[in-house]
């Protein structure tokens, strides 16, 4: 008899960015094995937009079938604008309706995973679990109490103690702890996780090398071949402090700064480049333009706030090795993000929020094109050897295998949120997650 398997992930497809994309190949993975029927409670497509996509606009639930995974959602409430409160808002809405929601009964899961950095999702998810005596294995893409301390968020000092203390209570109920990165490791060791049962599951890169013509999609875009083009790609957040590529543009006028996608702090980035010829804000490329768009600029840029140190790693990372262009991090130096610039050999570090010393370094490398390239084909190199989707998925089905080897942890704490009790499971219909 197969295996019946549940995934908990908030971000699923259609999204186009952030863990969405690798939640969703880990479950058709695992679907197209033969040997697993998965289920995935997810949320309302709305990242990185923070609007729920149209097709699901309005509605309460939806059950689906993508790729041979059986797709279950509840609605939640969006934020448009990040803070503490409305983070709160946002997990407290969606463990409410996965707890006063509840399914039809089903056959008890063989196994749980899920996607942090969902506060909710990992408490419903190892309230599953435990209901179900199943192994249980979270995977940390991102730190909430972390990210509430470094992030920049209105309220997140408050709201740091208490996320990590969900966390602690998350995490010491798993039966292995998947890391997306080793620097994860020691902060979830922190929340006490010994390490023995820590395992790093590394992102993958998830999209093709590009094959057109870099000057061609140059003229497309209308990118002048002169032009000292960088380029963000991805979520436009507060931990980004995407503001910096502004203030560089604004300080270089021989530079052309593109931010492209969408996020929570798009308005307001569009206001202060308004005045800018230099700055154009582009909206998330087509999945098959993508590669093309990364590939045509001269650099491609990663930013971020000088307070954020371990609670992520940006996925974008990956995307923009196999683009073969070379990297600008605009990061703290002994954060997890530089460290995998060094490791790459991909890109150059610069000081972060330091929009001159950022100007600097893109004039430079695209002056230099020697560097550029020699720059641009260690990334695809460092992708091609360490971030192959084939070795990733590998990971994980050790990771499930080993979990299912140890059956259900043993764990003293239960993990809580404050919420409205009731009967039931996580959110959407599948088996197991009912009382």
């Given at each position: 008899?197969?295996?019946?398997l549940?995934l908990v992930?908030?971000?699923y497809?259609?999204e186009?960015?952030g863990?969405?994309p690798y939640?969703?190949q880990i479950a058709?993975?695992?679907?197209?094995?033969g040997d697993?029927d998965?289920?995935?409670?997810a949320?309302?497509?709305h990242y990185?937009a923070?609007?729920?996509?149209?097709?699901?606009?309005?509605?309460?639930a939806a059950?689906e079938?993508?790729?041979?995974v059986?797709?279950?959602r509840?609605?939640?409430w969006?934020p448009?604008r990040?803070?503490a409160?409305?983070r709160?808002?946002y997990e407290a809405?969606i463990?409410?309706?996965?707890?006063?929601?509840?399914p039809?009964?089903?056959?008890?899961?063989d196994?749980v995973?899920?996607?942090?950095?969902s506060?909710a999702?990992g408490?419903?998810?190892?309230?599953?679990?435990r209901r179900?005596?199943a192994?249980?294995?979270p995977?940390?893409?991102?730190?909430m109490?972390?990210?509430?301390?470094q992030?920049g968020i209105s309220?997140?000092?408050?709201a740091?103690?208490?996320?990590?203390?969900?966390?602690?209570?998350v995490?010491?109920?798993?039966?292995l702890?998947?890391?997306?990165h080793?620097t994860?490791?020691e902060?979830?060791?922190a929340?006490g996780?010994?390490?023995e049962?820590?395992?790093?599951?590394?992102n993958?890169?998830h999209?093709p090398a590009?094959?057109r013509d870099?000057?061609?999609t140059?003229?497309?875009?209308?990118?002048p071949?002169?032009?000292a083009?960088v380029?963000?790609?991805?979520?436009m957040?507060l931990?980004?402090?995407?503001?910096?590529?502004?203030?560089?543009?604004?300080?270089a006028p021989?530079?052309?700064v593109?931010?492209?996608?969408?996020?929570s702090?798009r308005?307001?980035?569009?206001?202060?480049?308004?005045?800018?010829?230099?700055v154009d804000?582009?909206?998330?490329?087509?999945?098959?333009?993508?590669?093309?768009v990364?590939?045509?600029?001269?650099?491609l840029?990663v930013?971020?706030r000088?307070s954020?140190l371990?609670m992520?790693?940006p996925?974008k990372?990956?995307?923009?090795?196999a683009?073969?262009?070379?990297v600008?991090?605009s990061?703290?130096?002994?954060g997890?993000?530089?460290?995998?610039?060094?490791?790459?050999?991909?890109g150059?570090?610069?000081?972060?929020?330091?929009?001159?010393a950022?100007a600097d370094?893109?004039l430079?490398?695209?002056?230099?094109?020697?560097?550029a390239?020699a720059?641009?084909?260690?990334?695809?190199d460092?992708?091609e050897?360490?971030?192959?989707?084939?070795a990733?998925?590998?990971r994980y089905?050790?990771?499930?295998a080993?979990?299912?080897?140890?059956?259900?942890?043993?764990?003293?704490t239960?993990p809580?949120m404050?919420a409205p009790?009731?009967?039931g499971?996580a959110?959407?219909a599948?088996p197991?997650v009912?009382?």
């Amino acid at each position: 008899m197969r295996k019946q398997l549940v995934l908990v992930s908030t971000n699923y497809a259609p999204e186009p960015a952030g863990i969405g994309p690798y939640a969703t190949q880990i479950a058709e993975h695992w679907a197209g094995r033969g040997d697993l029927d998965v289920h995935v409670l997810a949320g309302m497509p709305h990242y990185p937009a923070w609007r729920v996509h149209p097709a699901y606009a309005g509605r309460w639930a939806a059950h689906e079938r993508r790729g041979g995974v059986r797709v279950y959602r509840r609605r939640h409430w969006v934020p448009s604008r990040q803070s503490a409160v409305h983070r709160a808002l946002y997990e407290a809405s969606i463990l409410a309706h996965g707890v006063l929601a509840p399914p039809r009964a089903g056959r008890p899961a063989d196994a749980v995973v899920a996607q942090l950095p969902s506060l909710a999702g990992g408490v419903l998810a190892a309230r599953l679990a435990r209901r179900a005596r199943a192994p249980f294995v979270p995977v940390v893409q991102d730190l909430m109490g972390a990210a509430a301390a470094q992030s920049g968020i209105s309220g997140g000092g408050r709201a740091a103690a208490l996320a990590a203390s969900v966390e602690r209570r998350v995490l010491g109920s798993a039966t292995l702890v998947g890391v997306i990165h080793e620097t994860f490791t020691e902060r979830v060791r922190a929340l006490g996780v010994p390490r023995e049962r820590i395992r790093v599951v590394p992102n993958w890169s998830h999209i093709p090398a590009p094959c057109r013509d870099r000057a061609e999609t140059r003229r497309r875009l209308g990118w002048p071949d002169g032009a000292a083009v960088v380029l963000h790609s991805g979520n436009m957040g507060l931990k980004q402090g995407l503001e910096v590529l502004v203030e560089a543009a604004r300080r270089a006028p021989a530079l052309r700064v593109v931010l492209m996608g969408d996020g929570s702090q798009r308005e307001r980035l569009r206001a202060l480049a308004d005045p800018l010829p230099n700055v154009d804000l582009l909206p998330p490329a087509a999945e098959a333009d993508f590669p093309e768009v990364l590939a045509a600029a001269d650099v491609l840029a990663v930013t971020q706030r000088a307070s954020v140190l371990d609670m992520s790693v940006p996925s974008k990372l990956t995307s923009y090795f196999a683009a073969g262009r070379p990297v600008i991090a605009s990061v703290a130096p002994d954060g997890g993000t530089a460290g995998e610039i060094r490791r790459s050999g991909a890109g150059e570090l610069v000081p972060p929020e330091d929009p001159r010393a950022l100007a600097d370094g893109v004039l430079a490398l695209a002056a230099d094109p020697a560097r550029a390239g020699a720059l641009g084909t260690a990334g695809r190199d460092y992708a091609e050897r360490h971030l192959g989707r084939a070795a990733g998925l590998a990971r994980y089905d050790d990771l499930l295998a080993e979990a299912l080897a140890h059956g259900p942890a043993h764990a003293r704490t239960r993990p809580t949120m404050c919420a409205p009790r009731g009967r039931g499971g996580a959110a959407g219909a599948a088996p197991g997650v009912a009382g």
